[in-house]
């Protein structure tokens, strides 16, 4: 019978214990990222007695906490105003190590920037990932962090030019381009109309200074308002002198570049036609059309495009049939859809783009950019691939964990990445307060790798995963245990009062 006190004082102790448990993932359950336990019960040894029915008679001795298990459910997320507020959904735990170097590991994710800029915990251990082009894991720092700035290479513009506008109307437009230093600049293009037939010259300057040499002197327009072609800019013969003024078609689906040197020979076959015969290897072409020009006497010739390209062709002097007229130069393919801008002598002493030149990218996604319809001028569109240098501005944190900064240039850098670890028994993790757990022998070494891949869960920026406790489950164990409680002490009362009925025996 005395047995059955001890016996009883176990479930007491047991039930005590349990209570601990439950008490405990009540008071956490708004702790960020709490893992509940959950106490198992498991038996004592057993005395055995002799005899029985079944050859084993055993009584037992009680109850004891075989273990206390931390309970790793996902938990819900909540949001927050923060991208470094992060929640892991699914399996893994965020690596953060202390001042010593000793590495802990946590589901709590309400990260931010210390003063030396290093990504840290509220217990400002220093959380660890990738750093940009580094295969080991280390801290994760954006003090240094900034954007260099990129000279400008090329630009566009869209914009309209009014059909309607008279002869002599102008357009302006501006934009800023940057050096290799990140300086601004003042890239502007005045339009001018030259005349009726849809053509205006243009004049390109930096910071109010005119370019130092451009292949291109206008726009032609065709009848629907659409770009038609690019004039280039007077050629010069080998020896340097002006031999003749050509233009070539640049826009899109259209080649054409011309430059100096080289032959092409004119000679007029009937009255209707023209014949080109190239000692440059240009091939045959038809000229579709000729006429002269009597304000300054000179003869006006087109080419169709059968030969590859559309030039044109403006030659001085007088015409004698069956004359044979030497332009001297070439015509050699090239992008259709740019052309040079050059520049140079910059007061601040840098250069844009490679070798002072700007290229100007007249189409857009096969587009043109630049129309010619009888509606009000106006610019749609300014674009350049420059831009100055940049400071951190803002971070936001992809679900591969990979940290994203927003400069004050508009650009963008990754600047780390942030990793994961799992164990092989996560069961075996020893609890260090502040959310943090350490390997154990139990749990096996951390398998490390970034969010989402083996097997680990994603990162959720601007969220906090709160605790997995679940209120009603231990409301009921709560009401188990103290039935339990009460139970054991009922055992001690009535063995009590069953130990005093055979002391009365003995009056």
Do not use: C
């Not at 030396?116 to 400002?124: E, K, P, S």
């Not at 009726?196 to 005119?210: C, F, K, N, P």
């Not at 092409?264 to 240009?282: A, K």
């Not at 970034?450 to 680990?456: D, K």
């Amino acid at each position: 019978m005395g047995s059955a006190l001890w016996i009883a004082i176990s479930g007491l102790n047991a039930s005590s214990k349990q209570m601990d448990v439950i008490g405990n993932n009540i008071a956490n359950a708004n702790t960020m990222a709490f893992k509940a336990g959950k106490a198992y019960f498991a038996n004592v040894l057993s005395q055995s007695l002799s005899g029985g029915a079944s050859g084993v008679m055993q009584i037992g001795q009680g109850v004891t906490v075989a273990d206390v298990a931390t309970q790793f459910s996902q938990g819900s997320l909540e949001s927050t105003t923060s991208a470094l507020d992060l929640a892991i959904d699914g399996g893994g735990f965020f690596i953060v190590r202390d001042d010593e170097g000793s590495q802990y590991y946590t589901r709590a994710g309400a990260f931010h920037i210390d003063g030396d800029g290093f990504l840290v915990d509220v217990n400002d251990y220093r959380v660890q990932g990738y750093p940009p082009a580094a295969a080991t894991l280390g801290d994760i720092n954006t003090r240094n962090a900034q954007s260099a700035p990129v000279a400008s290479t090329s630009f566009s513009v869209g914009l309209n030019l009014d059909a309607r506008t008279a002869a002599g109307g102008t357009f302006y437009s501006s934009q800023t381009v940057f050096d290799t230093l990140g300086a601004a600049h003042t890239l502007a293009v005045t339009y001018t109309k030259t005349g009726g037939d849809g053509r205006w010259g243009m004049d390109v300057t930096l910071d109010g200074r005119a370019a130092d040499s451009q292949n291109f002197t206008g726009l032609a327009f065709d009848g629907t308002g659409n770009l038609d072609k690019v004039y280039s800019s007077t050629m010069l013969d080998p020896a340097g002198s002006i031999a003749g003024t050509a233009s070539a078609a640049l826009v899109a689906g259209r080649d054409g570049q011309i430059y100096r040197g080289g032959n092409l020979v004119l000679q007029r076959d009937n009255v209707n036609s023209w014949s080109v015969h190239s000692s440059s290897d240009y091939a045959h072409a038809l000229v579709t059309g000729y006429g002269i020009n009597n304000v300054d006497d000179r003869l006006l010739i087109d080419l169709d495009g059968a030969g590859g390209a559309d030039i044109s062709v403006t030659l001085g002097g007088s015409w004698a049939d069956g004359e044979l007229l030497t332009i001297p130069f070439t015509y050699t393919e090239a992008d259709p859809a740019d052309i040079n801008v050059a520049f140079s002598g910059l007061a601040n002493g840098a250069a844009i783009g490679n070798g002072g030149n700007l290229l100007w990218d007249l189409t857009s996604a096969n587009a043109e950019t630049i129309t010619g319809y009888a509606s009000s001028s106006t610019v749609k569109a300014l674009t350049n691939d420059g831009y100055p240098s940049g400071v951190l501005r803002s971070l936001a944190v992809e679900k591969d964990g990979t940290i994203t900064g927003f400069f004050t240039n508009g650009q963008t850098a990754s600047l780390g990445q942030i990793a994961l670890g799992d164990f092989p028994n996560p069961w075996g993790l020893k609890k260090m307060g502040s959310n943090l757990f350490s390997s154990t022998l139990t749990s096996g070494q951390a398998i490390i790798n970034t969010p989402g891949a083996g097997g680990l869960g994603e990162v959720t920026s601007n969220a906090l995963e709160m605790a997995n406790t679940d209120l009603g489950t231990e409301f009921i164990t709560m009401i188990t245990a103290q039935r339990a409680y009460q139970a054991n002490a009922k055992v001690i009362t009535t063995t009590d009062a069953m130990m005093a009925e055979l002391m009365n025996i003995k009056r």
